[in-house]
């Protein structure tokens, strides 16, 4: 059985049962908010199907510029949630001006510590200036850094600060080199796995909608970069999301 520690069944228009019934193998999945609107919607779903799903409250970088007046509804929610987040930087895109991206992270940051809940972080492009965030605020195996991208350099420095590191279909990509690379320097018992369902369908979906199914793909990629099976991988990344999230 597998976790999806990533998956915005809210972002999706297709029927989340559906998407469910079509994941036997996928014990339970956290829903992530990106803002307001989003999170209710994660806890909606919660309420509809809580064995099986968890949800997050947060706002996304790309939202950042919005804080000051999401930011206390949000922090409402969390105390619900599971989780804050999704929240943290996207300096590639840059939709919301970096100051802004800073300043709501490291409120987020102050959320998650105080509630003593875990906090899944959007490092794009900013793993400098989510490294320095984390050592100075909040860092440990309660931070999530999802869809994890970083190459060997980053990823000892992100390991060094006790995280867990969220895999997604870059780690089974063509391209994923850098990704892989990364992995194999992360010891497999810091990780999870995760679809971020609609987006980055793994091969061979690659052009299609994600789903929670395909979750189990991302473990195989990671099995073969570790040298283990996908049973052990399934083991080991469920039992850190049990953990993680207090299921």
């Known amino acids: 059985m597998w ?18 019934d079509g994941a036997p193998d996928v014990d ?4 992530p908010g990106v803002d307001i609107a989003s999170s209710m ?33 949000i922090a409402e929610l969390a105390v619900r949630a599971a989780a804050v987040g999704e929240c943290g930087l996207d300096f590639y895109r840059n939709l919301s001006p970096r100051a802004a991206q800073i300043g709501a992270f490291h409120e987020q940051l102050e959320l998650a510590k105080a509630l003593g809940k875990p906090i899944i972080v959007h ?33 000892r420095r992100f390991v ?20 892989r690379r990364g992995a194999a320097v ?6 999870m796995v995760e679809t971020d369902t609609p987006y980055l369908s793994p091969p061979p979906f690659r052009s299609e909608p994600n789903e929670p199914a395909r979750v189990s793909l991302v473990g195989a990629a990671l099995a073969d970069v570790w040298g283990l099976t ?9 039992a850190r999301a049990t953990e993680v999230f207090r299921s």
């Open 41 to 73: 919607a994660a806890e909606a779903l919660s309420n509809v199907s809580p064995d099986r799903i968890k949800w997050s409250a947060g706002l996304h970088p790309h939202e950042a510029d919005s804080w000051p007046v999401q930011g206390g509804e």
């Open 160 to 179: 060094d600060l006790g995280v867990t590191f969220s895999f997604a279909g870059p780690v089974a990509f063509e391209t994923g080199d850098t990704v």
């Open 123 to 155: 490092c794009r492009d900013a793993f400098a200036e989510v490294f320095a965030s984390l050592e100075s605020i909040f860092s440990g195996p309660d931070v999530v850094l999802h869809c994890w991208t970083g190459g060997p350099k980053w990823s």
């Open 230 to 238: 996908v049973e052990e991988v399934a083991r080991l990344t469920t």
């Open 28 to 31: 339970w999945l956290v829903v």
């Open 186 to 191: 992360i010891p497999p018992d810091r990780v």
């Open 3 to 20: 976790v999806d520690t990533h998956c915005h069944l809210q972002l999706d228009d297709r029927n989340p049962t559906d998407l469910l």
